[in-house]
């Protein structure tokens, strides 16, 4: 049989699509192409993130570790510290309570220094005070008193300042007051009683005065002093002289003289001699009220012994204005105020060894 004979149709045209279906179909591409590398980032972003967190909490649990471990030497060091500082309070507490101690026994030994530097402040201004009164100078008390300031200052105690101004006080004091020179009016004393034997009496003064004048004076002829002699003639010269002499022997006859204390006149040498020896008694009575300090006694033996020279010796005389002179140098620095004591300073030693 034969086979039939292949019959061959033309395919048939495939019908068209429409315009708008491979825009769409483009953009589903795309989109789902963007989804998958959206999906595909994201996986990866998961991916590092879980890596990272597992990093982190390896890192985390080492951490810990090391925490842990440093929590157990923080409390062993605090254990040891807490020891330590119990320890120290004890020993703080045992050197303050020592300190304390300390602390007492210094005062106590400060108080007794302060004490000893008072009793020798107090000592030494009462042999101060002796020794200016035997004097009569206030240098021994100043020394003393300016001493006392300069150890006082030293110690640096604020209850002794008191006493340091009771000093002040009595240092200005002492400045302040005129205290005579007892040594210059005893070395004026011996020299008035030395110049006692050389005082010239009113009676051996008038004697002297009425020999002086029995000694014939030159002629006034016989001198170059005249100029006018030289004209007058030889025989005139020659009779001046011997009448000059005849007239001064006639004056000397007769002298008339103002005699204040008629006494004086009277006084034989005998008696200039006891009178002499008296006034150096009253000279050495008032040395001697000087040296005692008894400025009253001195001054009146001193304006006797003044009236005395103005009574017997001859106030004209050198020698005798001398020693008048000095006796009232003597009398006026006699009665000058006396060395002042030191009372506040005194006062402020027993205040303070009374522990005022």
């Known amino acids: 049989m034969a086979a039939p004979p292949l019959v061959v149709h033309a395919a048939a045209p495939a019908p068209a699509l429409p315009g708008w279906v491979m825009p769409i179909g483009l953009m589903l591409a795309l989109l789902a192409a963007g989804g998958a590398w959206t999906s595909w980032q994201t996986q990866q972003r998961v991916h590092s993130l879980e890596m990272e967190l597992v990093k982190r909490q390896q890192d985390s649990g080492e951490q810990s570790a090391e925490a842990r471990v440093l929590a157990k030497q923080s409390e062993d060091i605090a254990r040891d510290a807490a020891a330590k500082v119990a320890l120290m309070e004890a020993r703080v507490a045992e050197v303050a309570l020592q300190r304390g101690q300390i602390d007492d026994l210094l005062q106590s030994l400060s108080r007794s220094r302060d004490e000893n530097a008072v009793n020798d402040i107090d000592s030494a201004v ?155 008694l009253r000279l050495l009575n008032a040395r001697l009220s000087l040296l005692s300090r008894q400025p009253e006694a001195a001054v009146a033996d001193l304006q006797a012994c003044q009236r005395m020279l103005v009574t017997y010796f001859d106030m004209t005389a050198r020698r005798t204005q001398i020693a008048a002179d000095m006796l009232r140098q003597v009398s006026s620095q006699s009665r000058l105020v006396g060395i002042p004591r030191p009372d506040d300073t005194l006062a402020a030693t027993a205040a303070a060894l009374a522990g005022r």
């Open 126 to 280: 009462r042999v101060a005070i002796q020794q200016a009164t035997l004097t009569g100078s206030a240098e021994p008390l100043m020394a003393a008193l300016r001493s006392a300031d300069e150890r006082l200052a030293r110690i640096s105690q604020p209850r002794l300042e008191p006493l340091r101004r009771a000093i002040a006080r009595d240092m200005d004091r002492v400045r302040s007051v005129a205290v005579p020179d007892i040594g210059s009016l005893l070395i004026k004393l011996d020299e008035t009683v030395r110049l006692a034997d050389e005082l010239p009496l009113i009676s051996q003064a008038s004697a002297g005065r009425a020999t002086a004048r029995a000694v014939p004076a030159p002629s006034r002829a016989s001198g170059p002093v005249a100029p006018a002699s030289a004209a007058e003639p030889q025989w005139l010269q020659d009779w001046r002289r011997p009448l000059e002499l005849v007239w001064s022997e006639m004056t000397s006859l007769l002298r008339v003289s103002r005699i204040d204390h008629p006494e004086a006149m009277l006084l034989s040498p005998d008696q200039g001699f006891f009178l002499r020896e008296n006034l150096k």
